[in-house]
T-cell receptor, first 108, second 112 residues
Framework: KNEVEQSPQNLTAQEGEFITINCSYS?????LHWLQQHPGGGIVSLFM???GKKKHGRLIATINIQEKHSSLHITASHPRDSAVYIC??????????FGKGTRLHILP | NAGVTQTPKFQVLKTGQSMTLQCAQD?????MYWYRQDPGMGLRLIYY???????DKGEVPNGYNVSRLNKREFSLRLESAAPSQTSVYFC???????????FGPGTRLTVL
């Protein structure tokens, strides 16, 4: 069983829709990361959180430590949001375990 | 600031050839990482360096060696390339431990 599971694996939505991507993990962690990988391949860190909720523009990330679950939400989605979104968890050492990613495609 | 830079961007090798992937960061970060990304799999840690002068194995270290040349630079060496090492390689850095990681643009390596 993977230590980090993301759902869905693929998601296609219309522009303007509210998007939710889920991440469940099975290990104790000190932090959880959400990353974005664009079609060109570059990886950008969106959020790092260890409790509660963070917001940046149209993106919101939440985490429930007790349930070992995090969600990434995108409000008013736009075609430029099309990318692979990766959840990664940091157990209590210096390493990170990555999920396989959710491929999001927003149609105009 | 350039952030994290990697060279080369693309490379094709024949089985048995050797090469070194270079990574440098200008953010004065202590920790540096090498990952590989394969289709259908998440990023996997090859080696990391928590600070200058230290290196540790990650999840998939076999067939690779690393050198933390100084605080800025962390290189990954393939001594005898194999087709199974065909992948996209990413270097990353962070201030230290539980901090945000910054990624380089990646190196696409094909081993024939």
């Amino acid at each position: 069983k993977n230590e980090v599971e993301q759902s869905p694996q693929n998601l296609t939505a219309q522009e303007g829709e509210f998007i939710t991507i889920n991440c469940s993990y099975s290990v104790g962690i000190s932090a959880l990361h959400w990353l974005q990988q664009h079609p060109g391949g570059g990886i950008v860190s969106l959020f790092m959180l260890s409790s509660g909720k963070k917001k940046h523009g149209r993106l919101i990330a939440t985490i429930n430590i007790q349930e070992k679950h995090s969600s990434l939400h995108i409000t008013a989605s736009h075609p430029r949001d099309s990318a692979v979104y990766i959840c990664a968890v940091r157990p209590r050492d210096d390493k990170i375990i990555f999920g396989k990613g959710t491929r999001l495609h927003i149609l105009p | 600031n350039a952030g994290v830079t990697q060279t080369p961007k693309f490379q094709v090798l024949k089985t048995g050839q050797s090469m070194t992937l270079q990574c440098a960061q200008d953010m004065n970060h202590n920790s540096m990482y090498w990952y590989r990304q394969d289709p259908g799999m998440g990023l996997r840690l090859i080696y990391y360096s928590a600070s200058e002068g230290t290196t540790d194995k990650g999840e998939v270290p076999n067939g690779y060696n690393v050198s933390r040349l100084n605080k800025r630079e962390f290189s990954l060496r393939l001594e005898s390339a194999a087709p199974s090492q065909t992948s996209v390689y990413f270097c990353a850095s962070s201030l230290s431990g539980p901090n945000e990681q910054f990624f380089g643009p990646g190196t696409r390596l094909t081993v024939l």
